[in-house]
């Protein structure tokens, strides 16, 4: 298939783009690198040893867009664009709301006037806000408690409404738990800006020695050390699972919705031991403050993405921070 990704230059939109073109599929990114660098494209290219076209583009431009749809057929697209960090989010809701749903709405109406109704987007564990229990279940109630979680879950119910009006449309949702780790080549991985907000890039940060030590966010959590547990999960699995998704869409089309996640816990202490074996570095932390904002729990019940797209997580925690510290180790100042 010829697939448009927006976002193709990110962290998973990158791992994404390997795992098409490993797949056979034709590959056009449109990014505005707003938050990534052109780099993981041609090392991508190097890995697969095959050529993609990339655009830079802001999907909230209608008329650059176009031009791209007006020079392609597509097949499908996966939408990975936009601003992601909770915390930011809050500070610029305007910000957020504009980026993520202008673009979203400019994507569709492209993508409808150009006939290309197949799509992936890029959704989030944080629809849920504070489950009621665990594992979570995609039938779970949603509500999420930060302007990023709302244009999620405003994006997908935009997406619901196109397919109420046209049933043509082909959409598969997938709302990701904790992404980590990076390709096992160490030439692509997560490279944040800033100082990381995420556990395991801080993480990577502090063993290659750019941090001095990890605050961990609270350990008087009601988990079995106290810290918080998420359902964290390998960035190549994610990948895959965006693969399958696209054969879902060509072989059972219609509108469905899908937990990506493992459907098993880690603590933050857990993953510090996981990331101290991987690694041979000492990760020192101090116990600060429960984080704003945070939960004690959140892990998924992947079943229904095993049942209906034949996709499973197969890299456990040791193996995510194996391929994380590889891509941190090798490349200490991201792709720069
Ligand atoms: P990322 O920031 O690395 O990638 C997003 C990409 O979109 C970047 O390359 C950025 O430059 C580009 N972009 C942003 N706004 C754009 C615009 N208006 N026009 C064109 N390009 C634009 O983030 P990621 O971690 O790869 O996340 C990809 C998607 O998955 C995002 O939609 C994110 O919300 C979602 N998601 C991420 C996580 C996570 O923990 N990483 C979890 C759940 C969901
Ligand atoms: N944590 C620390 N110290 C840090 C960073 C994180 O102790 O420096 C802890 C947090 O308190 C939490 C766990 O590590 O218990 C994971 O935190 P992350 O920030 O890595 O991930 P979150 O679960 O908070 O959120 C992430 C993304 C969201 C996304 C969510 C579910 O940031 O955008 O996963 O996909 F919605």
Request: proline fraction near 6%; aromatic fraction near 10%; charged fraction near 20%.
């Amino acid at each position: 298939m010829n697939i448009l990704v927006t976002g193709g230059a990110g962290y998973i939109g990158s791992h994404t783009c390997l795992s098409l073109l490993e797949a056979g599929h034709d590959v056009c990114v449109a990014d505005n690198f707003s938050n990534s660098k052109e780099a993981p494209l041609s090392r991508i290219q190097e890995i697969t040893g095959r050529r993609l076209q990339f655009y830079r583009i802001d999907l909230t431009q209608k008329a650059s867009l176009s031009r791209v749809f007006e020079s392609h057929r597509f097949d499908a697209v996966i939408h990975f664009a936009g601003l992601k960090a909770v915390g930011e989010s809050v500070r610029v809701p305007l910000a957020y709301y504009y980026n993520n749903i202008v673009g979203s709405l400019v994507l569709f109406e492209l993508m409808g006037a150009y006939g290309v109704k197949n799509i992936v987007f890029s959704s989030s564990a944080t629809v849920y806000g504070e489950p009621e229990k665990v594992p979570i279940q995609e039938s779970f109630p949603v509500c999420p408690t930060n302007p990023y979680g709302r244009t999620k879950l405003y994006i997908e119910n935009i997406l619901r409404d196109l397919y109420a009006a046209d049933p043509q449309w082909n959409i598969a949702i997938l709302r990701y738990f904790n992404p980590v780790g990076a390709h096992p080549s160490g030439r692509i991985g997560e490279d944040p800006n800033d100082i990381p907000n995420n556990l395991m890039p801080f993480i990577s940060q502090v063993a290659v020695g750019k941090q001095p030590a990890l605050f961990v966010y609270g350990n008087d959590y009601p988990t079995h050390d106290g810290t918080g547990v998420r359902d964290y999960i390998h960035v190549m699995d994610l990948a895959e699972g965006h693969v399958h998704a696209l054969n879902r869409l060509r072989a059972d089309p219609g509108l469905a919705t899908y937990n990506l996640g493992t459907g098993r816990g880690a603590s933050v202490l857990e993953m510090i031991a996981a990331f101290e074996k991987a690694s041979g570095k000492p990760i020192p932390y101090k116990i600060a403050s429960r984080r704003e904002g945070d939960i004690a729990v959140c892990y998924a019940d992947p079943a229904l993405a095993e049942k209906e797209l034949g996709w499973t997580a197969k890299r456990g925690i040791n193996e995510m921070c194996e391929d994380a510290w590889r891509w941190q180790s090798k490349n200490p100042d991201g792709y720069t």
